[in-house]
């Protein structure tokens, strides 16, 4: 089989505007490419319900930092120091998303929990057209990329969540896009400006940031790898050492790069620091492995099925980097839940053309039709339109569902405010959420679970799990009342305290406070 | 089992033939003896409790000389129980008669490093060399020994490594249908009573099978091995009929994977977590997965493309399967790299390898036989020493007085009249409780094939603990309980004006009403 488009001597089979074919009629202006087609299609199903509502209350995230960035915009600076919690008020906050956590404020402000959805909803379509557009100029088989692409979004479908790591998905295309590029003969320049540029925006928008070095370590690696197997090509070592030198140098630039950022070297540290607690990562869910058997992670099944699939039928000769970069992502993909979408969009590209090496003469055939279409589109502005009405027209209310969240046990503490003067215990799930449904309180945690630390995380896990020593963090936070779910065993055992009683409850939340 | 390919056969002529065990046997004898007498032996008896549990079932059918047919061993459930492990607990509980949990660690032990032997024979067989096939087989026991347990799944493991290499001889021509017909069925007949794995076996013939048909479509040949194939497979489907309660076994087996919210209420049936050190082994050998793809790009044939992807999906479905996996795919690179070093004596590093590796002394199977079984007596006379010269054991096995609760149970033993009324113990303790304190009937154990959801719902609303325990304790009359120190019932009952506290140590706390 002749090596694919994984190997390092391949060039992209792109199809430029030059062949396309001018059509005439309105049929071009509104017949989308497939790349518009999916665009909008998920930005669609992203704005309607039920999946705007998931991706605003799956968890407490969206809620915290929206109020973290409408803190930044209402005192028109960075926060430096908690201002929300009472257990760790005043200590200092390595901000690491506050550039996103801003921009969500802001679309907060036009739309409220809507606007968040509108700009998650932009990010994740504009991710997955862009990662089509890349396998499409890469693979040169339409309908491999759409295949590969709709399977792509299948698997990361179960992390789409209105929350700033959905800027990594985006800057993660961009990142894979910008290295292949180089792979395939684009100049050092371009990749370090893209690097450069794409580092600045990462650092400040999520701490996903790691994934982006991860990647480029993995070229770095390929490339040494490559150097002692084109020892006997002359021209061929030249080019590798050339690569490696690039790499070297890209990997040195990002590093400065990253250092722009409100708190420097510091991110890294913490960022490392919180990788490393096996414990947070642990207690975690998002960081937890697949369960595969919930439905939602029959996508990742399909996409691991895929990949052993093209390795084992397709036979593709990778390039070292490629061959890396597939193994190391699909295990991260494995070890947490979170990374699958990274994972995708790293590994999709290889896959992709691998398959379209691979393709019959029927997929070839339909994939010579797809082309002809959407060289034939000019349909951009009918889509843009149709996107534009449909982000204005959309019934914008996104409200967090009261069957799950403590929404009416909020309306009873804001009706009873003399009641609640003290410090509260709360449900970790919901702190996020009560961050910004009772700014005049102060949580006892939420969801930035790296700015609270394992000996805060361990003294929430005392108390709400009821260890032997769980009235020792009531006393020491001077906690005087709790929200927590209805049927949680700490409420049983607040009932069997004298000092405390239940003042609320009803089918999703009980509030327990200590008698005066 | 007895063809050799030619890779061997040539290594057997060229080789000096040494005074030497094979390395096979000599990966059996380090394997069983490591198991029987180092630390291993505790974890393979107290991983969980099941080998309790089975052992106290086998103990009962000895002594009533019957197979268990109505289930007395816990107060919340009396109905009919569950055969599908009879002969496997006989087998545990007599052992463990005669030589105590030794017994049980020997019985262990053999049936773990017979199966990594024949794995390492077959993977010689098939003509890895013999770097390459230790090599492989010390990731597959990696990857099984996260289930390296004295429990009947053993011979699960066991009797999938025999199918496994007869199946993939058969699909090479080098076992006869014949032999297939006269071993398999009776094996399987044997398996049914063993273990309710069984059905692995049958998944294994149904996708040589299917491989069979896919790679005759695909190479515009005849079927002719899918015939046999699926007259054994219905010939293996009526050998399951041999047990105790005929076609009400696999029926209950199906029905208990059909309920996904019963079959994955314990750890084992859920998803890999890969954050775990028991999974390390199977991430290796995905690793090495990939990179005998990637590297060697291996034409995989129909067969073994529906072996690793079907497996491979089981595995992630249900920690449980991952061992099978390793297993199943073994023999499978051990073929990839085969062909690697064999096609590419183009390339220096890999003559001079199979060089080295074609220099390497060939054994007498006399001496592995004579070596295997020295080990066994020798092993025999330590671990019997009780029994057969009295005194105190050489070497003791028991439960972990830190993770199980010993002390507790010779205080009650001790003190029968401490508590009253039926038990609420913990859930990974049932098995030993059901061992260790026979005379009480614990409120659940992991058997909840046989009790059934119901029961298991109404523990978990006490065992969290959930608004509506009381009811529970209510409903089973339960006058005490047994739960690790940390438990969070633990902290409600201590307020709980109508219970009180009768003994604790570092371990355990136990509950009981006051009268």
């Known amino acids: 089989m002749a090596a694919n488009g994984n190997g390092p001597d391949s060039q992209p089979r792109v199809q430029t505007d030059s062949d396309a074919e001018s059509s005439g009629g309105i049929l071009p202006w509104v017949m989308p490419t497939l790349t518009q087609w999916l665009w909008l299609v998920i930005l669609l199903i992203l704005l309607a319900n039920p999946w705007r509502t998931m991706m605003a209350a799956s968890d407490g995230d969206t809620c915290m930092h929206w109020r973290v960035g409408e803190y930044m915009l209402e005192t028109g600076r960075l926060i430096r120091a908690d201002v929300f919690s009472h257990t760790r008020y005043g200590a200092p906050i390595i901000s690491k998303e506050w550039l996103s956590e801003i921009i969500f404020a802001l679309a907060g402000r036009v739309w409220g929990l809507y606007g968040l959805c509108v700009v998650t909803a932009l990010l994740i379509a504009t991710t997955f057209a862009l990662l089509h557009r890349q396998l499409v100029r890469e693979s040169g088989n339409h309908a491999v990329a759409i295949f590969v692409a709709f ?153 691991l099925a895929l990949t052993f699939l093209t390795l084992a039928l397709a036979r593709p000769r990778l390039s070292p980097a490629s061959a890396l970069l597939l193994i190391v992502w699909t295990y991260f993909g494995l070890y947490a839940v979170r990374n699958i979408p990274l994972t995708v969009v790293f590994v999709a590209p290889i896959l992709a053309t691998a398959l379209a090496d691979a393709a019959p003469a029927w997929a070839r055939r339909l994939s010579d039709r797809m082309r002809e279409t959407d060289e034939m589109s000019r349909a951009w502005p009918l889509v843009g339109a149709v996107a534009i009405v449909a982000v204005v027209a959309f019934p914008r209310p996104t409200e967090m569902p009261a069957k799950k969240w403590p929404v009416d046990a909020v309306a009873y503490i804001h009706q009873h405010p003399d009641r609640f003067t003290g410090n509260m215990f709360n449900n970790y799930v919901w702190g996020g959420y009560l961050l910004y449904a009772l700014p005049e309180h102060r949580v006892f945690v939420d969801g930035r679970t790296d700015f609270y630390g394992e000996s805060l995380i361990r003294q929430y896990d005392d108390t709400s799990l009821l260890h032997t020593n769980w009235q020792q963090p009531l006393a020491q936070y001077h906690v005087d009342w709790t929200l927590m779910p209805v049927d949680h065993p700490l409420n049983l055992a607040l009932a069997l305290l004298p000092g405390w009683h239940c003042v609320y409850s009803n089918e999703v939340a009980a509030v327990f406070c200590r008698r005066p | 089992m007895n063809a050799v390919s030619p890779n061997a056969a040539a290594r057997s002529t060229n080789s000096p033939r040494a005074p030497l065990p094979s390395l096979s046997a000599m990966l059996w004898v380090i394997l069983f003896l490591g198991l029987s007498f180092t630390s291993a032996r505790v974890v393979i008896v107290s991983g969980d409790s099941d080998p309790s549990l089975h052992r106290r ?390 058997r909840q094939n046989c009790y059934g959801i119901d029961v298991f719902h109404e523990f978990r609303t006490a065992d969290q603990p959930k608004p509506g325990w009381e009811a529970v304790f209510a409903k089973y009359h339960v006058g005490w309980t047994i739960l690790p120190v940390q438990h969070p019932l633990n902290r409600i009952l201590e307020l709980s004006p109508g219970w009180t506290r009768v003994y604790s140590d570092r371990l355990t706390l136990v509950f009981s009403r006051v009268s």
């Open chain 1, 151 to 303: 399977l792509a979004a299948w698997a990361a479908c179960a992390h789409w969540m209105a929350r700033p790591h959905a800027f990594s998905f985006l800057l993660a295309v961009l990142w894979v896009d910008a290295l292949r590029r180089f792979e395939r003969g684009e100049s050092a320049r371009r990749l370090l400006v893209t690097l450069g540029a794409l580092t600045l925006l990462w650092v400040n928008l999520h701490g996903g940031y790691l994934a982006g070095f991860i990647t480029l370590g993995i070229y770095w690696m390929g490339a040494l790898i490559e150097l002692p197997l084109a020892r006997a090509d002359q021209n061929r070592s030249s080019a590798v050492r050339r690569k490696l030198a690039v790499l070297t140098g890209a990997i040195a630039l990002c590093g400065v790069v990253s250092l722009l950022n409100p708190s420097g070297y510091q991110l890294h540290l913490h960022n490392l620091h919180f990788l490393r607690s096996s414990y947070l990562t642990n207690w975690l869910a998002e960081y937890a492995s697949s369960d595969f058997h919930a439905f939602d992670s029959h996508g990742f099944l399909a996409w």
């Open chain 2, 57 to 446: 079932l086998g103990e009962w059918m000895i002594q009533h000389r019957a197979i268990v047919g109505e289930d007395n061993l816990l107060h919340t459930y009396h109905g009919s129980a569950s055969t599908m492990e009879w002969l496997s607990e006989v087998i545990m509980a007599a052992l463990g008669n005669w030589l105590g949990w030794n017994g049980v660690v020997l019985l262990a032990a053999a049936l773990i490093a017979t199966c990594f032997w024949l794995l390492h024979r077959q993977l010689l067989g098939e003509g890895s060399d013999p770097v390459t096939a230790t090599i492989l087989v010390l990731v597959a026991m990696l990857t099984c020994s996260m289930h390296w347990l004295a429990r009947p799944l053993l011979f699960t493991h066991l009797m999938t490594v025999v199918f496994a290499w007869q199946l993939r001889w058969f699909q090479r021509g080098r076992v006869t249908s014949r032999r297939l017909f006269t071993l398999l069925p009776p094996l399987m007949a044997l398996w049914v009573n063993l273990h309710g794995g069984f059905l692995m076996g049958l998944i294994l013939i149904a996708m040589y099978a299917v491989g069979e048909v896919v790679d005759s479509w695909s190479h515009r040949s005849s079927v002719e091995r899918f015939k046999p194939l699926a007259a054994l497979f219905v010939i293996c489907c009526a050998a399951t009929l041999v047990n105790p309660v005929g076609w009400r076994l696999p029926w209950e087996i199906m029905s208990f994977l059909r309920t996904p919210e019963l079959s994955t209420l314990t750890t084992e049936f859920l998803s890999p977590n890969f954050h775990t050190v028991g999974m390390h082994g199977f991430l290796l050998l995905l690793l090495l997965l990939a990179v005998g793809l990637i590297v060697i790009r291996p034409k995989a044939t129909a067969t073994d493309v529906v072996l690793i992807g079907g497996w491979g999906y089981l595995a992630l479905l249900s920690a449980r399967n991952v061992p099978i996996f390793a297993l199943v795919v073994t023999p499978i690179l051990g073929q990839w790299f085969a062909e690697f070093t064999r096609d590419g004596q183009d390339r220096l590093w890999v003559r001079r390898y199979r060089e080295w590796t074609e220099r390497m002394p060939v054994a007498s199977r006399r001496i592995d036989v004579a070596i295997m079984l020295a080990t066994i007596i020798a092993a025999l006379a330590v671990m019997a020493k009780p029994a057969l010269a009295g005194g105190a054991p050489l070497i003791a096995t028991d439960y972990p007085s830190t993770r199980y609760p010993m002390a507790v149970v010779d205080y009650l033993r001790a003190h029968p009249d401490a508590v009253h009324g039926e038990m609420f113990n913990y859930f990974l303790w049932g098995g030993y409780i059901e061992f260790a304190l026979p005379s009480r009937k614990p409120f659940i154990d992991s």
